[in-house]
């Protein structure tokens, strides 16, 4: 049973930055597609971005391209999201995603993934 962890979430002003991270509790994440979903007040959680175990593709929700980048460090099995000019509707709870999926498979459903974290707060305001 794999438990992930998120850390990094917080208030930050619009423009600005933040770096998630997501790590497995007492393993590694190794064979694991990982991705990252957000869920927003009354809304519905939505996919973010997802990276394959191989590190060789990633994908992204189309709004977000080019302001989030997904990226993995598997020699410490860390998992992080690098947001760059946050916007207000960017605030919503941030959640890492694990599937056992080796290879170059990216995910972007939340019913293909099997772990998931308790979530990071994320706010975005002045």
């Known amino acids: 049973q794999v438990q992930l962890v998120e850390s990094g979430g917080g208030l930050v002003q619009p423009g600005g930055s933040l770096r998630l991270s997501c790590a497995p509790s007492g393993r590694t994440f190794s064979g694991y597609a990982m991705g990252w979903f957000r869920q927003a007040p009354g809304k519905e959680r939505e996919f973010v971005a997802a990276?394959?175990?191989?590190?060789?593709?990633?994908a992204y929700t189309d709004s977000l391209k080019g302001r989030f980048t997904i990226s993995r460090d598997n020699a410490k099995s860390t998992l992080y999201l690098q947001m760059n000019s946050l916007k207000p509707e960017d605030t919503a709870v941030y959640y890492c995603?694990?599937?056992?999926?080796?290879?170059?498979?990216?995910?972007?459903?939340?019913?293909?993934?099997?772990?998931w974290g308790q979530g990071t707060q994320v706010t975005v305001s002045s």
């Open positions: 990276i394959s175990w191989n590190d060789g593709n990633t």
């Open positions: 995603a694990g599937a056992r999926r080796w290879g170059t498979a990216v995910l972007r459903n939340w019913y293909e993934y099997g772990y």
